[in-house]
């Protein structure tokens, strides 16, 4: 009902009804009337006096309560102050209450009216750089998404606005929003969350801007999403958009060809027809984990009782140092030590159960120690002959049809490099080799002679008065025979090898020179790859998980650590390490996680972390 006919229907008389100030207000209605106008239920006040007074109902209530209030539906209609207040009064008047009562009704009816228009919440303004309609909004050079656009609109453009990024959340509030365009504008940026919570959408462009990627999952929550065209950006097909070439291939929506502007081998190709598998994303890295404070030469790694140790050579205090890993902590921490002079190599060797260290010493002779379980500490069981074994320079330990040896590269004068093996109770001189030779390193290795052979033990010693010998072992004598060398290479320090897919490499260290990496050809091993190297005593190839190294050090410069490429079959550079005169460069796996130890002869041992990065994450 109108205002207006509620006054028409109230009289001159009835409009100018006298009223005076009273303690008490009192509100009046017709229960059956103000239903039928109003189409609500009506209450009574619980917390007043009610009474029926000539069809009226009145709430008596202090003016504090009556202004406590509210209108909320079901409602409570307020009232009128008038005279009509107390029974006995009423009683007294007689019918000249009826008037102030009919007044007191429409009174009433108009105010409960005037509440319930007022409720309506006001409709959100068009913004000022939009034009809208009932169901359509189009915003031109704004400098950022409107946050007032009207929330019914089901088709929402912007076209030729300066700003360049949008943020999350720019579109929240718009429930029923089926068709976004974003063309022609110069955007640089788009939030992982900016269209969140956009369930209706059905048609999204971001046509012609100068979008270079796309963040992972912006698409996520858009379950409606049928139409995408993001034709006229200038996308870099790297790590950052693999996401979205999976998501093509997949998805339900229809896309538009789109095509890369970068990197330049994929320039103008089309990323619709991108596989997940041209995109290598997963990098790795050798990240600094801990130092340890003392010098270092040799380092190895064993297993034993089901633990992994390494096994630390330190030259100036003369000991070797074991380091278990800390489960709590997730550090290395110190387990034992063997105290000796002038160590140089601490070669740890496990027969069957039993751990048995070799401690090759410059001076005071080396010996073997035996790990007592029950004294819980190492024990010396025996002495290495000192006539042959004088200036023990590396250790190689090896098994032969379960027979049990290990080989002491010897770089005196007047030494013997000569191979020992186990009998049961101790370790026996077996064999001599390259007598005179002041042999630098041994390393034992199986290679075949022809495709058709079976891979047999060979043994190659480098030594720095003639270039690296190849030993071949003779099965009918159970010796190694003197069998050829590697030509055009002297001044060997050290020889290591590796595999990749069945072929044999050797990574051959030179201090002077180029160090080198050959590959095994049936009869010799051929030239593959040179590196440039001044002060290099050591060229170590390691392998960890599916990942080939090389690693490269120096005495002058950075340690260089090298990737296997096997698309070129050659290592590349991969990364730079800062280790003071390395010496070896050792690979420990603990937990399913991987180290590299490496030793420094003038700082502190340094331990890395293996770490793979996914750049598409």
Not at 574 to 600: G, M, W, Y
Request: neutral net charge; proline residues 5%.
């Amino acid at each position: 009902m109108q205002v207006g006919s509620l006054l028409q229907q109230l009289g001159p008389s009835h409009r100018t009804a006298p009223h005076r100030s009273l303690p008490r207000a009192v509100r009046c209605w017709s229960e059956e009337q103000l239903t039928n106008q109003l189409q609500v239920p009506v209450l009574k006040s619980r917390d007043t006096e009610a009474e029926e007074k000539g069809g009226l109902l009145c709430d008596l209530v202090s003016e504090q309560d009556n202004h406590q209030l509210n209108s909320r539906s079901p409602v409570h209609v307020w009232g009128y102050f008038f005279d009509c207040m107390e029974s006995e009064r009423s009683q007294r008047m007689g019918n000249a209450c009826i008037p102030l009562k009919r007044i007191a009704y429409f009174l009433c009816l108009l105010s409960a009216l005037l509440l319930t228009e007022g409720k309506k919440p006001a409709k959100p303004k068009c913004p000022a750089v939009c034009t809208c309609t009932k169901d359509n909004a189009l915003c031109e050079n704004a400098r950022s998404i409107p946050r007032t656009v009207p929330p019914d609109v089901i088709s929402l453009l912007f076209t030729s606005n300066s700003f360049d990024v949008i943020s999350d959340d720019a579109f929240i509030g718009l429930p029923h929003l089926e068709y976004l365009f974003i063309e022609n504008n110069n955007i640089k940026s788009i939030s992982r969350h900016t269209f969140r919570g956009l369930k209706s959408l059905i048609h999204l462009s971001l046509a012609n801007n100068n979008l270079q990627t796309l963040p992972k999952d912006i698409f996520k929550g858009l379950d409606s999403l049928t139409n995408v065209d993001l034709r006229g950006n200038s996308f870099n097909c790297d790590c950052k958009l693999k996401w979205l070439v999976e998501w093509l291939g997949h998805t339900n929506a229809t896309v538009e060809d789109i095509y890369c502007e970068g990197p330049p081998e994929y320039k103008k190709r089309k990323i619709n027809s991108l596989s997940p598998k041209d995109f290598d994303c997963i990098i790795t890295e050798f990240a600094k984990s801990q130092d340890l404070p003392y010098q270092s030469l040799s380092i190895d790694t064993f297993s034993y009782m089901n633990d992994e140790y390494v096994v630390i050579a330190q030259p100036f205090t003369g000991k070797c140092i074991f380091l278990e890993w800390d489960h709590v902590e997730k550090t290395f921490r110190n387990y034992d030590n063997i105290t000796g002079t002038s160590t140089v190599v601490c070669k740890p060797i496990v027969i069957e159960t039993q751990l048995y260290v070799i401690v090759a010493q410059l001076f005071g002779g080396s010996h073997i120690y035996k790990r007592d379980s029950f004294a819980n500490k190492f024990i010396k069981i025996q002495d290495i002959e000192i006539l042959k074994i004088r200036k023990p320079n590396d250790i190689e330990t090896f098994k032969i049809e379960n027979n049990w040896y290990f080989v002491v590269a010897d770089s005196s004068k007047a030494g013997f490099t000569t191979i020992y093996k186990w009998n049961g109770n101790g370790f026996y001189s077996h064999q001599s080799l390259h007598a005179w030779y002041r042999d630098t390193d041994v390393e034992y290795l199986e290679i075949a002679r022809t495709p058709q052979t079976l891979r047999t033990p060979h043994l190659i010693l480098s030594s720095s008065s003639q270039r690296p010998v190849i030993y071949q072992w003779n099965k009918a004598t159970q010796l190694f025979i003197n069998q050829t060398d590697i030509p055009n290479m002297e001044d060997v320090y050290a020889v290591k090898h590796f595999s990749v897919k069945g072929d044999v490499y050797i990574c051959l260290t030179r201090f002077i020179g180029d160090s080198k990496v050959m590959k095994w050809g049936g009869s010799s091993f051929q030239d593959i790859q040179r590196m440039p190297s001044r002060g290099s005593m050591v060229f170590q190839p390691l392998q960890i998980n599916n990942y080939q190294y090389a690693i490269l050090g120096s005495d002058y410069s950075f340690t260089q650590v090298y990737n296997w490429d096997a698309e070129k079959a050659k290592f590349v550079k991969f990364q730079e390490l800062n280790v003071q005169a390395p010496r070896s460069f050792t690979h420990v796996s603990i937990n399913k996680r991987n180290f590299l130890f490496a030793s420094s002869f003038k700082g502190n041992t340094q331990i890395y972390k293996h770490v793979i990065v996914d750049l598409s994450a």
